[in-house]
């Protein structure tokens, strides 16, 4: 007599659910780069799966051809062109070979129109896309000139963020969702589902605005000794931390053990060096959003602005893309320091 007739259906379905994850978790083929001191589990994984993805998206392409000595002679592009406000310096033939590279970068399937416009007026700064790359150029040159505490002598071209598209991959805005959607209370900007800058944890949704956003909070959020009465974090705060550390962690690709040995993540001993890099990295991700992105507001079109009329910004995975070195630390710049990196005053 059968008296449980469900039981059979759902020991078999549990027995191949339970066979299939086994499966699954056992084939996760991954490699394993030991970082810090043996048996405390410092390590930098890869998933050999997602690996050939990324080597595809971090192909580099081929630089344009080099000039000869004689074509970085003669006058300059100031003299040559009608409106050069950036790169004036250059000779002709170097501007010229700036402008098909960029080309290449940011526009490839609309050409020189995307920031010339269709009638090839090439003085005109009637185009916005014009108006907003030339504070690009500064903005690179900059990058590469101050922040090689972050970028070292690798640098960055348009490339590093741009990857042959008009808009880079990864851009954020403010979120005026935040505390939408509850009757009561304050929900600090947490648990909404599927939020990618908080790496789809239930942490609050936009770490950015805290910290990269160029405006002060504190990220240190563990004390030094213990029970003192002068401590004045809160759990809020460790939870804007958490979800900072869970976008940095997902924009390069690795775990937190990349940087920290988790027994004690505010201990600067027990770190690696890219903790450092990455100290950097939060502070020039702020400056650049403040000096550079955030005031382009008014120079885009109504369509490229978010919600409450901020202007696209950039984060860790805007230049990294799921990569510890973004395009695996690969030196484009080196083909093309005389427009981007600061000219000589
Ligand atoms: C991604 C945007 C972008 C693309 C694509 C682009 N340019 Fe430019 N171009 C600029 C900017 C920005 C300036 C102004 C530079 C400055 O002020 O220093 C400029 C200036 C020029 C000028 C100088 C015009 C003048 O008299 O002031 C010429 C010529 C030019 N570009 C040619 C080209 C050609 C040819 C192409 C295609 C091979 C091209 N550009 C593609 C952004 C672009
Ligand atoms: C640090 C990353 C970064 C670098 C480096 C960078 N850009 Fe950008 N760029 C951005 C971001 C972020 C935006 C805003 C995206 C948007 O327009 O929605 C943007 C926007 C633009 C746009 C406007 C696109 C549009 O249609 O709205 C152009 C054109 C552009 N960049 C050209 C350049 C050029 C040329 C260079 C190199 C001289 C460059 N960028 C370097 C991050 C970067
Ligand atoms: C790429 C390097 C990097 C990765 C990966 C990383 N962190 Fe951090 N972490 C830092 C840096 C840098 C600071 C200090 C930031 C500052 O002071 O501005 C920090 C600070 C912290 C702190 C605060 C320590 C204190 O002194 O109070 C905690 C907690 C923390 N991280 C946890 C994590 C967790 C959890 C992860 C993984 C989800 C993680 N981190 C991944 C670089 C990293
Ligand atoms: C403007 C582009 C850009 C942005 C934005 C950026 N990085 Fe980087 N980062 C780089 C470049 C380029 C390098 C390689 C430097 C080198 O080769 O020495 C690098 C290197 C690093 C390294 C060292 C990796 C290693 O193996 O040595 C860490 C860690 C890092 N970045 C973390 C971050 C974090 C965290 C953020 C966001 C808070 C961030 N970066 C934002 C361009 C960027």
Request: proline share 7%; glycine share 8%.
């Amino acid at each position: 007599m059968n008296r449980e007739p469900y039981l059979l259906p759902v020991t078999i379905v549990a027995v191949i659910g339970f066979a299939a994850l086994a499966g699954w978790f056992l084939k996760v083929p991954s490699d394993k780069t030991q970082v810090g001191y043996r048996g405390i589990g410092m390590e930098v994984n890869t998933n050999r799966k997602t690996s050939a993805a990324l080597a595809a998206l971090n192909a580099v392409p081929e630089p344009q051809p080099p000039l000869e000595a004689a074509e970085m002679e003669g006058p300059r592009a100031s003299e040559v062109y009608k409106n050069v406000k950036v790169l004036g310096h250059l000779s002709e033939a170097q501007f010229n070979r700036v402008m098909a590279a960029i080309t290449e970068w940011v526009s490839p399937e609309q050409g020189c129109a995307y920031c010339h416009g269709e009638d090839g007026n090439f003085e005109s700064d009637a185009p916005y896309a014009k108006v907003i790359s030339r504070r690009m150029f500064e903005m690179t040159q900059y990058i590469n000139g101050d922040w090689q505490k972050h970028v070292g002598q690798t640098g960055v071209t348009c490339y590093t963020c741009h990857r042959g598209k008009n808009v880079p991959e990864n851009i954020w805005f403010d979120n005026p969702e935040r505390n939408a959607g509850r009757m009561v209370g304050n929900a600090n900007g947490q648990n909404k589902a599927g939020v990618k800058l908080a790496a789809f944890s239930s942490l609050p949704v936009d770490p950015l605005s805290k910290f990269a956003g160029g405006k002060e909070h504190p990220i240190r959020v563990q004390d030094q000794v213990a029970i003192t009465k002068d401590f004045d974090k809160t759990i809020q705060d460790a939870e804007w931390t958490y979800s900072l550390m869970m976008h940095m962690s997902q924009s390069l690709g690795v775990n937190c053990t990349a940087c920290h040995n988790t027994s004690t993540f505010g201990n600067w001993q027990q770190s690696t060096p890219q903790r450092v890099s990455a100290w950097h990295g939060i502070r020039m991700v702020g400056d650049l959003n403040a000096k550079f992105l955030d005031p382009l507001k008014d120079a885009y079109p109504a369509a490229r602005l978010g919600p409450t009329g901020d202007a696209p910004k950039a984060n860790c995975a805007t230049c990294h893309q799921g990569v510890q070195k973004p395009l695996y630390g690969a030196n484009m710049l080196k083909d093309y320091l005389a427009s981007l990196t600061p000219p000589a005053k």
